[in-house]
């Protein structure tokens, strides 16, 4: 998927009816990252910043714990709200290899929501949220 048909295809906020996500959406996904976060975010090697600033930021706001951390994938485990896990992925749409493991990935029982902001993929698996896919801008 390019970049315009990302655009023409995503929703916003107003458009999301899970109030999980829609919460998420407000305070993670495009909040500001607090000043003491983004100095270690400028520290970070590899990957994009927008993918080093949303591990940082969803260890902050639900309190999880890093499993496996490096330039493409990051797995979070535990945290408030009962999610088990999440998993995010850094630049899943950047060539057709990255494209088809995100579809994969998306299609794994293990995860049963996915949220899609083009720079960013998020996988979660939380025991209370039925099976959806997001596209957000």
């Not at 916003?12 to 607090?34: C, G, N």
């Not at 969803?58 to 009962?82: F, N, P, Q, R």
């Not at 995010?88 to 493991?101: A, I």
């Not at 994969?104 to 979660?124: C, R, T």
Request: include cysteine; charged fraction near 25%.
């Amino acid at each position: 998927m390019n970049r315009i048909t990302y655009w023409v295809k995503a929703h916003t906020q107003y458009s999301v009816h899970s109030p999980f996500v829609f919460d998420m959406y407000r305070k993670v996904l495009f909040a500001r990252l607090p000043h003491h976060l983004s100095q270690k975010v400028a520290q970070e090697k590899g990957g994009c910043k927008k993918y080093h600033e949303m591990v940082y930021k969803l260890k902050e706001h639900y309190g999880m714990d890093t499993i496996c951390y490096d330039e493409d994938e990051a797995v979070l485990k535990g945290g408030a709200d009962s999610m088990e896990t999440v998993k995010v992925v850094c630049r899943p749409h950047s060539c057709r290899q990255h494209e088809w493991r995100w579809q994969a990935q998306q299609g794994n029982d293990k995860y049963n929501v996915s949220i899609d902001l083009y720079d960013v993929g998020l996988l979660i698996s939380h025991p209370k949220l039925h099976r959806q896919h997001f596209l957000l801008k």
